[in-house]
Every structure is written in C-alpha cells, then in structure tokens.
Nanobody, 125 residues
Framework: QVQLVESGGGLVQAGGSLRLSCAAS????????MGWFRQAPGKEREFVTAINWSGGTTYYADSVKGRFTLSRDNAKNTVYLQMNVLKPEDTAVYYC??????????????????WGQGTQVTVSS
C-alpha cells in the first residue's frame, strides 16, 4: 500500500504562483510513476503531469506546458508541482496519484493505483 498526502493548495490571483507537494509513504519504490490530475466542477478528471520516480522523466499536458514544473525529492519521497502564471481555468481540485504503469498510460487516471485526498486550487481573475 502507498499513502499519498497533498498540500499547498489555496487561493491566488491570475498570474500568480503556487507550489503543491505530494508526500508518499508506505511501499514506495523506484517503479512507481507519480502523477497529478485535476478535476473542476462538472468536468472529468484530467491529466496534468507525471514523473518517472527514479529517472526524472516528466510529461506535461499541453495546457500547462511551460507554466508548470514537476520535480521530485527521492530522499523525502515527495514530488513538487510548481505552478506559475496561473489562470482562472486552472481552478480545480488537484490530485496526486501513484502507480506502476507503462509510458503510454501515464495520462490515464485508470492506470494509477493510489490517490491522495486532493487539494483545492482557486485562481481568481
């Protein structure tokens, strides 16, 4: 079992920045992919970004590319999502996820086995 705890959400004005954290505990390991998804009211959960836990390879949705940066600290079993130039359309609950999945499945929620409780990000215009 893997437990994930997100933190760092909040309210920010458009153009501002936030940093989300996801701390993993339990049976973590280098084989896990760590991903972030988000879900706005009335919309489906959508992929934001993911990282290969050991290799540092990252993948971003086009909507956040160039604005968001995902990094990891293996010593702390934590991934960090730095979000810059935030827009009102980034408003959503952000979820951290972990799973053992192939590269082609990184963007699909169903491929992840473990999920955090979510953290709210609200961007005002």
């Amino acid at each position: 079992q893997v437990q994930l705890v997100e933190s760092g959400g909040g309210l920010v004005q458009a153009g501002g920045s936030l940093r989300l954290s996801c701390a993993a505990s339990g049976r973590t390991g280098s084989s896990y992919i760590m991903g972030w998804f988000r879900q706005a009211p009335g919309k489906e959960r959508e992929f934001v970004t993911a990282i290969n836990w050991s290799g540092g390879t990252t993948y971003y949705a086009d909507s956040v590319k160039g604005r968001f940066t995902l990094s990891r600290d293996n010593a702390k079993n934590t991934v960090y999502l730095q979000m810059n130039v935030l827009k009102p359309e980034d408003t959503a609950v952000y979820y951290c996820a972990a799973g053992r999945l192939s590269r082609s499945d990184w963007g699909r929620p169903r491929g992840y086995d473990y999920w955090g409780q979510g953290t709210q990000v609200t961007v005002s215009s």
